[in-house]
């Protein structure tokens, strides 16, 4: 089914439009983003990569190569935006995975998939916290990287998450 | 065979933490030891850059066009003062060419080829920022092409904001002094005092709360006023001298108590950046 869909050109096309518009709307935004006390980052790409997930889930013939395609994006996110290789690399197909093993648990659905995201999200930064502080990247506090960027971080996303989710669908049916 | 799954998946999660902290140690290491990334790092971040440009420039330009639309709102305002500015900038300017030219005709005398004050100025523009929180790096669209290297200072408007990180061909990414990792803001400064005196110093940090560079460790009894100018002075490495950080805005006791903290205003918005400059040093 996946090879014969336009999804095969279609969803990687979509996800680096999706991990290039993360970086614009960082660089476009950036005084309202990233002005102290909040940083909020943008995961679009996380999105796309969730969406993905429940969206596959919503017919279960349908098997996309998420894990391989997060593992790319993480690799061009690293190299390309941070310099540093291996955080993203393995923390995209990390999502992709607790995703598929939450929506087999709990039916995706818009309410369901807001909280699967919250934790994907939550997921996203900690680890990525904790990545760059064991590399000295940052000097922060925890209780700082809980009130200053996780919490901006997570209102900015699920608020990304309510505007997109329908878009999103459209999109993927219109691929499949 | 349950037992075995779980005992499989535990040693495939140490195996990717394990690779995960050996990629970024030897990543984090290359950055800082060498002057140029991989040359398969290189040539993938050459492609991505030039894609990027696709989605970055529509985006950019877009941006640009509403700000020119809520900038027209007060130009009227700001022309009648800028309009005060330029007669007096003119002046200074002529003055401004007569010492260069002078300057050259006696280090020409004195056989002198470039000193410290001398770089040519390579502008470039943003494309895209790093959606990190942690690393307040962008990335510009000029790269060892144009003469970029590692290590250069970038500036936007009147002052410092960062410098280069890592250079590709035609891309490179500058890290902003607001970036609190180990070596983003070391940059050698020097102050001259009302009393004409020159304190020299490296900056040493950046405080997110107040928006100030920190610069730590001086010991002079000269005394410092608030609104003195902050430059670069020049020392140890590629950075010219003469690039102005930002004035003074308090002088205190540093943590010790034995030498002098200062907190300095920076010149530019460094959270607002659109086109910046790269100093390449002729030297």
Redesign the interface.
């Known amino acids: 089914m996946y090879r014969l869909s336009k999804l095969r050109f279609g969803f990687p096309v979509f996800l ?2 999706a991990l ?9 935004f ?2 309202q983003m ?4 909040t ?1 909020m ?3 679009l790409v996380v999105l796309w990569l969730v969406c993905g997930v429940l969206f596959e889930a919503d017919d279960g013939t349908f098997d996309m190569p998420l894990g391989r395609w997060a593992a790319v994006a993480g690799a ?1 996110f ?10 993203a ?2 923390i995209f197909p990390l999502v992709v995975y607790l995703t598929r093993r939450l929506a087999s648990w709990i039916r995706p659905n818009f309410l369901s998939g807001l909280l699967i995201y919250f934790i994907d999200i939550t997921v996203v930064e900690g680890l ?2 904790l ?2 502080r ?7 506090a925890g209780s700082a990287f809980l009130v ?2 996780l919490g901006p ?1 997570l209102a900015f996303n699920l608020a990304m998450f309510v505007i997109l989710y329908f878009p999103i669908r459209w999109v993927y049916n219109w691929l499949k | 065979m349950q037992k075995f799954s779980l005992n499989r998946r535990l040693v495939i999660i140490i195996v990717c933490v394990i690779v995960s902290f050996a990629l970024m140690t030897v990543s984090v290491t290359m950055r800082n030891k060498k002057s140029t990334p991989p040359l398969i790092q290189q040539f993938g971040n050459d492609i991505v850059g030039l894609v990027d440009r696709v989605v970055a420039i529509p985006t950019n330009g877009l941006s640009g066009s509403v700000s020119s639309v809520s900038e027209l709102l007060n130009t009227y305002q700001e022309n009648q003062q800028l309009k005060k500015q330029v007669s007096e900038l003119a002046q200074t300017k002529v003055r401004d060419q007569t010492l260069a030219k002078e300057n050259k005709q006696l280090k020409k005398e004195m056989q002198l080829n470039a000193s410290l004050t001398d770089y040519t100025a390579v502008s470039a523009a943003v494309i895209t920022r790093t959606p990190s929180s942690w690393q307040s790096q962008v990335v510009i669209n000029k790269g060892a092409a144009a003469g970029v290297k590692k290590n250069m200072p970038v500036m936007s408007g009147s002052g410092l904001i960062g410098r280069v990180a890592e250079v590709n061909k035609t891309n490179s990414k500058v890290e902003l002094i607001t970036d609190n990792n180990d070596s983003s803001n070391r940059f050698a400064v020097q102050i001259t005092t009302k009393s004409g005196k020159t304190v020299n110093g490296v900056l040493s940090g950046y405080k997110a709360t107040t928006g100030q560079i920190t610069m730590d460790n001086i010991t002079t009894k000269a005394k410092l006023a608030k609104g003195d100018k902050v430059v670069t002075s020049g020392l140890g490495g590629v950075t010219p001298k003469g690039l102005y950080v930002g004035t003074v805005a308090k002088a205190t006791g540093s943590d010790y108590g034995l030498a002098t903290k200062l907190y300095i205003t920076p010149a530019t918005d460094l959270s607002a950046l659109n086109i910046v400059t790269v100093a390449v040093s002729k030297q």
């Open positions: 680096f439009l290039f518009l993360d970086g614009s709307i960082s660089q476009v950036s005084v990233f002005r102290y006390p940083a980052v943008s995961h061009v690293d190299l390309y935006y941070t310099g540093i290789f291996g955080i690399v393995f990525g916290y990545a760059s064991a590399m000295r990247l940052n000097t922060g200053n960027t971080t």
